[in-house]
């Protein structure tokens, strides 16, 4: 084949190219601005990542990387601290129990103004304290408990006020 008989090929193609000239500029334009746009989101994607005086994103990760750090040093100091209180709470007083009466039977002299307060730990040891009223005198007197039990005789309302106590204990210890 010879240029000639090319040459009207040549002619409809070139006129298919001016016609479709000015749609791939704009085609090429609007690309252009797209990309244009995609380009300004990723640099301020890259800036906010940047956390740096420099902005590198080297910086960056180094700064995370200390600041994970001392999370960690801190969660392992948090634990100890916790196992520390929690050591600390077993011996405090976690259960109370409380009740009144009257030493002398039926209504005669005092009245429910005598009482019997346990105060407990978690294991049942703490104390057991009795308040007896009457008119003319009041007594007091204090036991100690272990493990629910005290060396000392225990009137009805000691082992009351300590069964008490320990059902409000055992009620903290669940939760």
Not at 84 to 113: L, Y
Not at 116 to 128: K, M, P, T
């Amino acid at each position: 084949m010879s240029l000639a008989t090319l040459q009207p090929y040549w002619v409809a193609i070139s006129a298919w190219l001016a016609a479709a000239a000015p749609y791939a500029g704009a085609a090429a334009l609007v690309c252009a601005a797209i990309l244009l746009l995609v380009y300004m989101s990723l640099r301020r994607r890259l800036a906010r990542l940047a956390l740096g005086r420099n902005g590198s994103i080297e910086e960056s990760v180094s700064i995370l990387t200390r600041d994970l750090k001392e999370l960690r040093e801190f969660r392992v100091e948090l634990e100890e601290y916790l196992k520390v209180a929690e050591q600390r709470m077993r011996g405090s007083v976690s259960g109370i129990g409380v009740v009144r009466f009257n030493p002398f039977g039926g209504e005669a002299v005092g009245g429910n103004q005598s009482f019997a307060v346990a105060l407990l730990d978690e294991h049942g040891n703490g104390i057991v304290f009795s308040s007896l009223y009457a008119r003319e005198r009041s007594s007091v007197y204090a036991k100690p408990v272990e493990r629910g039990n005290s060396m000392f005789e225990l009137s009805e309302e000691e082992k009351e006020a300590i069964h008490k106590a320990r059902e409000r204990s055992m009620v903290h210890k669940k939760r």
